[in-house]
């Protein structure tokens, strides 16, 4: 079965209900419609598009695969998005298809041509919360190693951010980063975060330092583009 039928076949949890698709609604007009994530430029051949699952399936799945699957740091710092098998590389794109839809989370990915580099995931204070009680507009990002260290990752998250200020009307949103992840730490110093004290925070396995804790304020933020 190729990724484009798991992606038909699963295009609702199988949990989902009248009552969910209601909630859904709702959810979606409380912090975001998908109409609010659009594409935009990081010059040459770059550019931050919406995640397109059916793009992924058709051009980019085999070769992604294979390179998220192999990158040690990506396994490491970004434990879900998990490319270790066919089958868990499947759930992780359906995941993201499907909470779009529903206005829980979503994606960007960071595309030269038909190449996937990197991706930037937009997490809703009820997701945030779901996922680690923190009731506040979050993000995660990961880009492949081999374009690591471009500042192609930093274009992208300055253009999100510009997004989800502009189009979506976000007042702060997080990053929790692995104080072993030196190059994030070194990325977020370079961004317009601000470090917040991290009490309360543990690693995400109970074993490694707690993360720190980064905020961008956004409704203070100002873009030469504005």
Same mark, same amino acid.
């Given at each position: 079965?190729?990724?484009?039928?798991?992606?038909?076949?699963? %295009?609702?949890?199988?949990?989902?209900?009248?009552?969910?698709?209601?909630?859904?609604?709702?959810?979606?007009?409380?912090?975001?419609?998908?109409?609010?994530?659009?594409?935009?430029?990081?010059?040459?051949?770059?550019?931050?598009?919406?995640?397109?699952?059916?793009?992924?399936?058709?051009?980019?799945?085999?070769?992604?695969?294979?390179?998220?699957?192999?990158?040690?740091?990506?396994?490491?710092?970004?434990?879900?998005?998990?490319? %270790?098998?066919?089958?868990?590389?499947?759930?992780?794109?359906?995941?993201?298809?499907?909470?779009?839809?529903?206005?829980?989370?979503?994606?960007?990915?960071?595309?030269?041509?038909?190449?996937?580099?990197?991706?930037?995931?937009?997490?809703?204070?009820?997701?945030?919360?779901?996922?680690?009680?923190?009731?506040?507009?979050?993000?995660?990002?990961?880009?492949?190693?081999?374009?690591?260290?471009?500042?192609?990752?930093?274009?992208?998250?300055?253009?999100?951010?510009?997004?989800?200020?502009?189009?979506?009307?976000?007042?702060?949103?997080?990053?929790?980063?692995?104080?072993?992840?030196?190059?994030?730490?070194?990325?977020?110093?370079?961004?317009?975060?601000?470090?917040?004290?991290?009490?309360?925070?543990? %690693?995400?396995?109970?074993?490694?330092?707690?993360?720190?804790?980064?905020?961008?304020?956004?409704?203070?933020?100002?873009?030469?583009?504005?």
């Amino acid at each position: 079965m190729g990724i484009l039928d798991f992606l038909k076949r699963k %295009s609702q949890p199988e949990h989902f209900s009248e009552d969910d698709s209601t909630a859904a609604s709702k959810n979606t007009a409380k912090w975001f419609n998908t109409s609010d994530i659009k594409s935009m430029t990081m010059g040459g051949n770059l550019w931050i598009y919406p995640c397109d699952i059916t793009a992924i399936a058709e051009k980019m799945f085999p070769t992604m695969l294979f390179v998220m699957g192999n990158s040690e740091r990506i396994r490491r710092f970004v434990p879900d998005a998990d490319f %270790s098998t066919e089958e868990k590389a499947k759930a992780y794109l359906v995941d993201k298809i499907i909470n779009a839809e529903r206005g829980h989370h979503f994606s960007y990915c960071i595309q030269q041509g038909d190449g996937l580099l990197g991706m930037i995931n937009i997490y809703t204070p009820d997701a945030s919360e779901e996922y680690m009680g923190f009731p506040h507009w979050t993000m995660d990002f990961f880009i492949l190693d081999p374009v690591e260290g471009k500042g192609i990752m930093k274009q992208g998250l300055i253009r999100a951010l510009y997004q989800l200020k502009t189009a979506i009307h976000v007042p702060e949103i997080y990053a929790l980063v692995d104080p072993r992840n030196t190059r994030c730490m070194n990325l977020m110093s370079s961004l317009p975060f601000e470090l917040e004290d991290n009490a309360g925070f543990s %690693s995400s396995d109970g074993n490694g330092p707690a993360p720190k804790v980064f905020v961008c304020k956004l409704s203070t933020l100002r873009f030469e583009r504005q």
